[in-house]
């Protein structure tokens, strides 16, 4: 299986392209096809566990790579989650189901895919031949940063580097990246949204001085951001195994279609589901919720992308995003995978911050996906309202995902499907956010409010989040976005 750039500029193997990350010429990879998923493999795939499950959904796009290895370390990576279990799924009634993407060892759903990536990576440079380090680049709306630190911290050869807005995150996602243990790690706040952060990581990615540079300095670049399809392949897996979860519970039977709701912000966890929609998983309707940073609510509505509107900090910080990276993916194959149409769009959206679809290809993607959005008022009621009823607490994403997907079941009651509503946080990772909402309580000290949620809900702290209190600081630097390309060549100057 070969990848190709959305821009047409390359075409390289499965461990070139989770290598290198991004195209030469600014493009993402995509598979050269979707593989497919035979009725028979989903049916002996029921017995699978869930880390033999996800190994064999990555050997369909990394045929280069041992299937025995890529088993190894899925098992390996899912054993870090808690009980086992890397992604359960709850239900809550006959048509209701939470998948919980939370239980590992940062509390977020990026770990289903940066606790396999230093994997991935390591075997990639190996069978490319690539001999120097590898430096990790990375710009985080919170979650991806924390992930993508524990997931690498003391890996052999590689280099990491985390960049965050500064004031765009949740105060425990900061806590978590500033107190982040490991030789190998720095971490740098940003003045300015991610967006910018995003932007300049890119920049740096796609300029070939800067890469000759550090290539002179015995390093090649890597991302862990969800550009690199090492980052997004993992996630496909999930809702490969939360469809036949519902299968081997007799909630469902196989070929009966699924809905899932997705809180999405740079479009990659979504973008999965619709990867496994195109492997012949039998899903419906692929609802993408955001928050008041509505883009792509707009988008999926009208066929316009539109960045050039007010950007707004809310209670879910890792979806305050305007320009969603992974979007071009999908882009890619709503043009009939148009490499040309795909590069007059991003330069468009460069340049003049907009771009429209065609109208074959509104109608196409409105056949896959249905978008909603959820403003900070209706975030808490969500929440409120949720936990009064189920006694189900849930984060400020998750909520955003929940109110998408009540609002579409009451719109489509002719559907039948059920909905799987995915939960991509523990609550404890927003906890004043959450109690708030559950209470009216407005704590201000993070721990105290993870105390009273504790007491409020009776669900149990994460030992990683409560440990966090005693943990040093060990990076506090802030800099402009001019500042990220010097601090990277600081950073591989250290010894």
């Known amino acids: 299986m070969n990848f190709i750039s959305t821009r047409g500029g390359e075409c390289v193997t499965g461990a070139r392209a989770i290598v290198q990350g991004i195209a030469a010429d600014g493009g993402l990879f995509v598979p050269e096809r979707f593989p497919q998923l035979t009725a028979a493999e989903l049916e002996s795939m029921l017995s699978m566990s869930y880390a033999e499950r996800a190994a064999l959904v990555l050997s369909k796009y990394l045929d280069d790579y041992d299937f025995g290895g890529l088993k190894a370390a899925c098992e390996q990576a899912y054993a870090k989650f808690e009980e086992g279990d890397a992604a359960p799924l709850v239900k809550i009634d006959s048509s209701l189901y939470m998948l919980e993407l939370f239980h590992g060892p940062t509390c977020a759903f990026?770990?289903?895919?940066?606790?396999?990536?230093?994997?991935?990576?390591?075997?990639?440079?190996?069978?490319?031949?690539?001999?120097?380090?590898?430096?990790?680049?990375?710009?985080?709306?919170?979650?991806?940063?924390?992930?993508?630190?524990?997931?690498?911290?003391?890996?052999?050869?590689?280099?990491?580097?985390?960049?965050?807005?500064?004031?765009?995150?949740?105060?425990?996602?900061?806590?978590?990246?500033?107190?982040?243990?490991?030789?190998?790690?720095?971490?740098?706040?940003?003045?300015?949204?991610?967006?910018?952060?995003?932007?300049?990581?890119?920049?740096?990615?796609?300029?070939?001085?800067?890469?000759?540079?550090?290539?002179?300095?015995?390093?090649?670049?890597?991302?862990?951001?969800?550009?690199?399809?090492?980052?997004?392949?993992?996630?496909?897996?999930?809702?490969?195994?939360?469809?036949?979860?519902?299968?081997?519970?007799?909630?469902?039977?196989?070929?009966?279609?699924?809905?899932?709701?997705?809180?999405?912000?740079?479009?990659?966890?979504?973008?999965?589901?619709?990867?496994?929609?195109?492997?012949?998983?039998?899903?419906?309707?692929?609802?993408?919720a955001s928050n008041r940073n509505n883009v792509l609510t707009e988008f999926f509505d009208t066929g316009v992308y539109d960045k050039r509107r007010e950007f707004y900090k809310t209670t879910s910080p890792s979806m305050d995003i305007l320009v969603s990276s992974n979007l071009e993916r999908l882009l890619f194959e709503l043009s009939g995978r148009s490499p040309l149409r795909v590069s007059m769009r991003m330069e468009k959206l460069a340049k003049d911050g907009v771009y429209q679809l065609y109208d074959d290809e509104i109608e196409a993607v409105q056949k896959e996906f249905w978008a909603d959005c959820c403003d900070e008022d209706e975030t808490v009621e969500t929440i409120y309202e949720f936990f009064e009823e189920y006694q189900y607490p849930m984060d400020t994403h998750t909520a955003c995902a929940m109110f998408a997907a009540s609002n579409y079941m009451n719109e489509h009651k002719k559907d039948g499907a059920p909905m799987v509503v995915v939960s991509t946080a523990s609550p404890y990772k927003f906890p004043q956010a959450v109690m708030y909402a559950i209470t009216g309580n407005d704590i201000k000290d993070s721990f105290k409010a993870i105390k009273h949620l504790n007491i409020a809900t009776a669900m149990k702290v994460p030992a990683n989040l409560s440990k966090l209190r005693d943990k040093p600081v060990r990076f506090s630097a802030v800099s402009d976005s001019a500042g990220l390309y010097p601090a990277v060549l600081d950073f591989v100057s250290q010894k």
């Open 110 to 288: 990026k770990d289903l895919a940066l606790t396999l990536l230093p994997y991935l990576l390591r075997t990639g440079c190996d069978i490319c031949g690539i001999r120097e380090q590898v430096l990790i680049l990375v710009a985080t709306s919170g979650d991806t940063g924390k992930a993508a630190l524990e997931g690498f911290k003391d890996a052999p050869g590689v280099k990491i580097m985390v960049f965050y807005p500064n004031d765009g995150v949740s105060k425990m996602q900061k806590l978590q990246m500033a107190t982040q243990e490991g030789g190998n790690v720095n971490v740098l706040a940003v003045k300015g949204n991610f967006d910018l952060c995003q932007s300049a990581v890119k920049s740096i990615f796609t300029d070939e001085g800067c890469k000759a540079e550090l290539k002179k300095r015995g390093y090649v670049l890597s991302s862990a951001n969800s550009i690199n399809f090492g980052r997004l392949a993992p996630q496909i897996a999930y809702y490969v195994s939360a469809y036949l979860d519902l299968v081997s519970s007799s909630q469902i039977a196989m070929g009966d279609k699924v809905n899932f709701a997705v809180p999405t912000g740079n479009f990659g966890n979504i973008l999965a589901a619709y990867y496994a929609k195109r492997m012949g998983l039998p899903v419906g309707k692929l609802v993408c």
